[in-house]
């Protein structure tokens, strides 16, 4: 009896050695499939990002008659700038670590561009208390605190 509990013995051994080796591959592909994964997830949300912060640079750019209208007095819009910066960056779609964030800045964004346009109306309108509020509220910098919590200082 002593040689058959050699042989079980020695059948529970091979058997270990041969689930090891299944074990050990299943671990690795496993930790290789999460870290690709995780990988991917940080690549796309690196890729939005930079394609945010690219339409925030762009849009943000004054080109070169825009420069010479207001430095000839006429008024710049700010505000059509700030609206399209916050159109243009709806369009994206954001990775969702990031979309209450993301959709958050852009209400901020759509905010500060209605402010801004509505107060050279206040001034026509000789409403110096709104336009004083909503300068304050500017001042605030709520979409450049979003913008940077986020990412996106180019934005702000």
């Known amino acids: 009896e002593v040689p058959r509990v050699a042989t079980m013995t020695r059948n529970k051994v091979s058997r270990r050695r041969c689930l090891s080796p299944c074990v050990a591959a299943a671990i690795a592909s496993c930790v290789l499939l999460t870290a690709c994964g995780g990988q991917r997830r940080q690549d796309s949300t690196a890729g939005f990002l930079a394609r945010a912060r690219a339409i925030c640079q762009e849009v ?7 420069q010479k209208a207001i430095e000839s007095g006429a008024p710049s819009d700010p505000a059509a700038r700030r609206s399209l910066v916050a159109r243009r960056l709806a369009d994206l779609t954001p990775p969702s670590t990031l979309r209450a964030d993301y959709h958050q800045l ?3 964004i759509e905010h500060e561009a209605k402010l801004l346009h509505l107060q050279p109306l206040y001034l026509r309108e000789h409403d110096h208390k709104r ?4 300068i304050h509220e500017l001042n605030e910098h709520a979409v450049s605190r979003q913008a940077r919590l986020i990412g996106l200082a180019q934005c702000a």
């Open 60 to 66: 943000g750019r004054i080109s070169v008659a825009e």
């Open 131 to 134: 336009f004083v509020e909503s």
């Open 106 to 108: 852009i209400s901020l």
